[in-house]
């Protein structure tokens, strides 16, 4: 008898954690979208901002090759005259930032209009940096869809007027359905820091 109301105990707990997980998890993925919407472009309707930022990813993948090729576009469009690369300089795949500022340059985009922050370690120091240490107030970000809600709302609720621009991915169905995942998770953490600001580094 002990046994089974300890099981049903167990359960119950376990049962009301993940439809709390649930609950949270829902919450912050339509704060997210609610907060971003009308700030989510496409790359042929995107505004026109003093600078674009990019958000780093691990190198040599396609989702970083497409956030930087959009990049490209945009300043050769004349949608930006200036380049924030973003990143984790000492990221386990290497150099984010220097990768990205070399791909830029061999594809055209002059190294004068390029700045570089080695220090964004994730979405929220990257937004937070680019306001606080580079004093951006309006800019495009240039990241996947699925990504975009949550950067977007995270530049905002800094205080940047940003604009997400939707880069494409030579990504395979099953790895963006894995992203898009991990980022409902990770969109829990954004509306956290939104709420209670940490310290960028």
């Not at 009308?38 to 990813?57: C, K, M, T």
């Not at 949608?79 to 055209?108: F, H, I």
């Not at 606080?132 to 990504?147: E, G, M, P, S």
């Amino acid at each position: 008898m002990f046994r089974r109301r300890w099981v049903r105990r167990v359960l119950g707990a376990g049962l009301v954690a993940v439809v709390l997980a649930v609950l949270l998890t829902s919450a912050s993925v339509i704060w997210a979208y609610s907060a971003s919407v009308g700030h989510r472009h496409d790359l042929a309707d995107a505004p026109p901002a003093p600078v674009v930022i990019v958000f780093g990813a691990q190198v040599h993948t396609p989702f970083l090759a497409g956030r930087l090729d959009a990049t490209v576009e945009l300043v050769n469009a004349g949608k930006a005259k200036s380049v924030l690369v973003s990143g984790n300089a000492a990221g386990s795949s290497g150099d984010e930032t220097k990768e990205m500022t070399s791909y830029l340059v061999a594809r055209g985009v002059p190294a004068a209009k390029i700045v570089v922050d080695p220090y964004g370690l994730d979405t929220y120091d990257t937004c937070a940096r680019a306001v606080r240490v580079f004093d951006i107030r309006r800019a495009l970000l240039v990241t996947q869809a699925y990504h975009l809600p949550r950067a977007v709302s995270l530049c905002r609720g800094l205080g940047m007027d940003a604009e997400g621009v939707a880069a494409d991915c030579d990504c395979g169905a099953l790895l963006l359905f894995v992203n898009e995942v991990r980022e409902w998770f990770a969109t829990v953490r954004a509306l956290g820091d939104t709420i209670w600001p940490r310290t960028a580094d």
